[in-house]
């Protein structure tokens, strides 16, 4: 079996190549920064080096692959790199690149839980209705439609918030530096999956899910859904160094969103990275649980951390 990952690099695509690899199967990674192609090529892929703006580049990905997990995206501000730039258009582009080239070459597309909003709480099934309150989830239910529109067999994975060893969101390495804060109180339930499991549901999906053009959905979340404080407290019992503090304790929401507005407005101007956003303060204080009815009971999956205290616990420290 031949994948083609784009987003390869990333928290999610390197330990996806390596879980491939190791499964015997043979990858070609969309690699963008060179920086990073010995990390992806060590990982046990062929690297093909280009971005999803280059249309040759996905060419090559594609070619006589079996599967393509289509990674690649993110959450940016304001400036070139929006999240409909990253996500919409560079989905639209790849769809392209198959209807041309006539392929039937099953996707595996990682989307988001940020499709649904707030749902203050809700459980929430895979046949519920998105509706997107932040331009990063637009831009993900825009990339769903298009890889659905093309008709290929597709498989859309609507990932909760990962969570693992050398990931962004555990935030340990920002409590031992003592400066994690976050948007928000820490009241709302937070979907999370480990690493480890998320990259597992994956490598399932592409192995046992059914493939319908279109497209069908799955959940990939762990069993737990804490309180964000509660599972940022498990996290800073591990990692020690001041606990997580949020910000709504402190600063009132509407300062908070102007000082967003103004973070990401500055960030354009000098081709920064913003460090947070307008939709990063929406997404950390929805409330919402998925269900994983497709992922348990269709496919069988059995999780390696269903607490998401087990898993922080094998994570950090």
């Known amino acids: 079996m031949l994948a083609f ?52 580049a996905l060419e090559r990905g594609i070619a006589g692959a079996d599967v393509v997990f289509h990674l690649a995206g993110g959450m940016r501000g304001k400036g070139r790199e929006t999240a409909d730039v990253i996500n919409r258009q560079a989905t639209e582009l790849l769809a392209d690149v198959l209807r041309t080239a006539g392929r ?9 839980a940020a499709i649904y909003g707030d749902r203050s709480g809700l459980w929430v099934p895979e046949d519920f209705p998105s509706n997107p309150q932040t331009e990063y989830g637009k831009s993900k239910v825009a990339a769903e439609a298009a890889l ?10 609507r ?46 999906i592409a192995e046992k899910a059914e493939f319908k053009a279109g497209g069908t959905v799955v959940h990939i979340a762990g069993k737990s859904t804490p309180l964000l404080r509660e599972f940022y407290k498990a996290v800073f019992e591990r ?16 300062f908070q ?40 009971k269709q496919l069988g999956f059995v999780w390696k951390y269903p607490d998401h205290k087990d898993g922080v616990a094998a994570s950090v420290g």
Request: hydrophobic share 45%.
């Open 257 to 296: 969103f102007r000082a967003a507005k103004d973070n990401e407005r500055l960030a354009t101007i000098f081709g920064w990275k913003p460090r947070f956003t307008s939709d990063n303060l929406k997404i950390y204080t929805s409330s919402l649980r998925l269900r994983t009815d497709a992922l348990e």
């Open 104 to 112: 039937r070459t099953r996707v595996v597309y990682a989307s988001s």
């Open 5 to 56: 990952v784009t987003g390869a690099s990333g928290q999610i695509g390197l330990p996806l190549v390596r879980e491939l690899a190791g499964r015997g199967w043979a990858v070609r990674a969309l690699v963008r920064s060179a920086e990073k192609e010995e990390a992806v090529r060590s990982a046990g892929a062929e690297i093909i080096a280009g971005s999803m703006s280059d249309r040759a």
């Open 148 to 157: 659905a529109a093309l008709g290929v067999p597709l498989v859309v994975a």
């Open 159 to 204: 990932i909760a918030a990962v969570y693992g060893r050398g990931i962004r969101f555990t935030a340990d390495d920002r409590m031992k530096a003592g400066r994690a804060w976050l948007p928000g109180e820490g009241k709302n339930l937070v979907p999370l999956v480990h690493i480890d499991d998320c990259v597992a549901a994956l490598v399932l």
């Open 239 to 254: 990692a020690g160094g001041k606990p997580m503090r949020f910000w709504s304790t402190w600063i009132p929401s509407v």
